[in-house]
T-cell receptor, first 112, second 111 residues
Framework: ETGVTQTPRHLVMGMTNKKSLKCEQH?????MYWYKQSAKKPLELMFV???????ENNSVPSRFSPECPNSSHLFLHLHTLQPEDSALYLC???????????FGPGTRLTVL | GESVGLHLPTLSVQEGDNSIINCAYS??????FIWYKQESGKGPQFIID?????DKRQGQRVTVLLNKTVKHLSLQIAATQPGDSAVYFC??????????FGTGTSLTVIP
């Protein structure tokens, strides 16, 4: 049990849908991250939050919109996605920015 | 940008043998490294880390070696077990900034 949970675990959506991914960490960490994991590619950092403030946005398209209401919760709002956005989306947390990161199980997203 | 890569995309070992997974990194300023294990359907799981002021670090059945001269990192798994079958990847960090991850090596343990 890593202490980082993600819901849903699987999501299938059309290109016109709006959906949200949720991440929750029970570790008391101050930093949270969204990563995208595609087949045969390294993990791609998308967003970083430190103490609820976004500190990094790695040129992510605006169809991905993060939200961090508190240090324990992180959301990724999705709208008008493309098929190439299909991937495993991983949430992670760490005590502070870029310490050892603890990952959740991921949400397997399929965009039709 | 950073480049972290693994020498072999797949590795098969007999149960009970030792496994060695390699990782090359490109930035000599990298000062912190982590090995992760990712099983099918799960998120990456921390295995072991090492800082650049060390050459070797041991955990339970795992050892990480760091060769800064050639910018090379390896993970050694002793007495490999079927439960060790997974994708392993390394991550490098410079001065507490963004981690850069490798693509991973798929380890298969043959019973």
């Amino acid at each position: 049990e890593t202490g980082v949970t993600q819901t849903p675990r699987h999501l299938v959506m059309g290109m016109t849908n709006k959906k949200s991914l949720k991440c929750e960490q029970h570790l008391g960490h101050n930093a949270m991250y969204w990563y995208k994991q595609s087949a045969k590619k390294p993990l791609e950092l998308m967003f970083v939050y430190n103490f609820k403030e976004q500190t990094e946005n790695n040129s992510v398209p605006s169809r991905f919109s993060p939200e961090c209401p508190n240090s324990s919760h992180l959301f990724l709002h999705l709208h008008t996605l493309q098929p190439e956005d299909s991937a495993l989306y991983l949430c992670a947390s760490s005590p502070s920015s870029y310490n050892e990161q603890f990952f959740g199980p991921g949400t397997r997203l399929t965009v039709l | 940008g950073e480049s972290v890569g693994l020498h072999l995309p797949t590795l098969s070992v007999q149960e009970g043998d030792n496994s060695i997974i390699n990782c090359a990194y490109s930035n000599s300023a990298s000062d912190y490294f982590i090995w992760y294990k990712q099983e099918s359907g799960k998120g990456p799981q921390f295995i072991i880390d090492i800082r650049s002021n060390m050459d070797k670090r041991q955990g339970q059945r795992v050892t990480v070696l760091l060769n800064k001269t050639v910018k090379h990192l390896s993970l050694q798994i002793a007495a490999t077990q079927p439960g060790d079958s997974a994708v392993y990847f390394c991550a490098e960090n410079i001065n507490g900034n963004q981690f850069y991850f490798g693509t991973g090596t798929s380890l298969t343990v043959i019973p």
